[in-house]
Each structure stands twice: as C-alpha cells, then as structure tokens.
C-alpha cells in the first residue's frame, strides 16, 4: 500500500495499524471507504504471525470526523441509494466487529457520527484526554441501524444512550470515559501512543487462543447468551487441546514466562 491510500494497513511485528488517511478532511469517510473496509481487514486477518490491530486516524487533528457528507448529494440522494450506504456502512461495521484478533482504536481529536462508529465495533478504546466524541444522527434527521446502535446501548445503557443519539452532543474523553465509551484516557497524543504501545505488547506476550475465545464468548453473552452450549464447549475444548494450553501449563511449572505462538 502506498501512503496515499485512505485505508493504509502497516505492520510492526505482531502488531499491524490501520490508518484512516485522509487527515487534510479530518478523516471522513467515504461511501468508498466504507465499501472497501471488510476486504481491508479480511487481509490483515490473514497476516501470519499477526496479533493485534490498531485503528488510528492520519494526522494530529482526527480520529475521524464522521462520514463524508460532501458527497451525500450523490450518494444518499434516494431511498435506494441511502439503503446501500448503510449497508456498506454495517458491513464495514460488522467486518471490524468480528476480526479474530484483538482491536484497539487510539483515539485522538475528533471521533464522530461513522468514525465513532467505527471505534465503537473495535474491543477497545484508547483517547488521549483531547479526543471529543460525538454521534450525530440527530443533527441530520436519520437513524442509525440497530446493530451499531446496540453497541453503544452495550457499553453505556440505554438512557445514556438515548441522550447521545437524541442530542448529538459532544463529550470531552474524561467526560466519555466516566460513562463507558472510553477505556482509557492518556495524558496527551504522545502518552496515547505509549500506551498502545505498551498494551499491545502485553496482548502478544499473552494467548491469542484466549483472546480469541474470549471475543467470541463475550459476543454471545452480548447477543443474549447465558448458558454453556454445544458450541462453546467446543470452544473450550479445542483451547484445551491448543498448543497455548501446553505451554502455559509447562511454563508455569518451569516458572518461566510463556512464549506463545
């Protein structure tokens, strides 16, 4: 990929970042953007060796500012056409949902209507104590579809959820952390970045066969699930018979760190 690319997918080591790169527009996003995410991470997924995925915005000012709406006058101008943004919107969405590895958006500046989005279906969010979060269907008379709209119902209630749709208003990151839609807050764009770091270190010190069985198990639960099943039996099962499971126990008995693969 070149670094002209509004979707840039780079790698270090077990750890790859996916940069929205369009930082002289705030990181909008486009219809084209959206279309192109869920190939975009079924790459990475593929990635040997790969561990974590950060998502990141271009620049110093954005996470993402939202979706483009510059081009709403040719891409939303009828039902039909609006009924196909969305769903690429979803499916960008979902795509970045469901990746098997762990996710983290590192959010600084503006973090928006679809951008926000977009951090919302990653496991984790990381701001620095600048980022403003905002959603703002209310400022453009549309509603949002209900599986993106359920995550935020996940992370902070339905009331709460009600007032940041209803309103759109903006929220500082201490603000958005004390209600659940940021996990951590970092001093500044530098100490965010230093705690990505050293978080994802921590992730690829860890087992990526929990990790992976955790995601899956939290999504269930998170879609109504509440009892062991046939299915995360096997889950469990086949992280029994895991290479992960091997090592743990024989490095726990040689009292030595793990080395996961």
Request: proline share 5%; glycine share 10%.
């Amino acid at each position: 990929m070149t670094d002209t690319e509004p979707l840039l997918l780079t790698r270090d080591g077990a750890v790859a970042t996916l940069t929205l790169n369009r930082p002289d527009r705030l990181n909008t996003l486009t219809y084209a953007m959206f279309a192109a995410l869920p190939q975009v991470l079924a790459g990475a997924a593929a990635l040997p060796g790969l561990r974590v995925l950060v998502l990141r915005g271009a620049g110093t000012r954005a996470f993402s500012a939202g979706a483009d709406i510059s081009e709403f006058g040719t891409t939303r101008t009828t039902r039909e056409q609006a009924g196909a943004y969305d769903e690429a919107v979803i499916a960008a969405e979902e795509a970045l949902a469901a990746f098997p590895l762990p996710t983290i958006a590192a959010v600084h500046g503006h973090c928006y209507g679809g951008g926000c989005g977009l951090a919302l279906a990653c496991d984790l969010r990381f701001a620095a104590a600048g980022a403003r979060f905002a959603i703002t269907p209310a400022k453009l008379g549309i509603v949002y579809p209900l599986r993106g709209t359920k995550r935020l119902v996940d992370l902070v209630g339905p009331s709460r959820a009600k007032i940041i749709l209803m309103s759109g208003a903006d929220y500082s990151a201490a603000q958005a952390q004390s209600f659940g839609l940021a996990d951590e807050v970092f001093a500044g764009p530098e100490a965010l970045d230093a705690g990505v770091r050293e978080f994802t270190a921590l992730l690829t010190a860890r087992s990526g066969v929990t990790q992976r069985g955790v995601k899956e198990t939290i999504a269930r639960i998170l879609d109504g699930a509440t009892h062991d099943d046939a299915a995360h039996a096997e889950l469990r099962a086949a992280a029994m018979a895991s290479p992960d499971y091997a090592e743990g126990v024989r490095a726990f008995l040689e009292r030595r760190p793990p080395a996961f693969g």
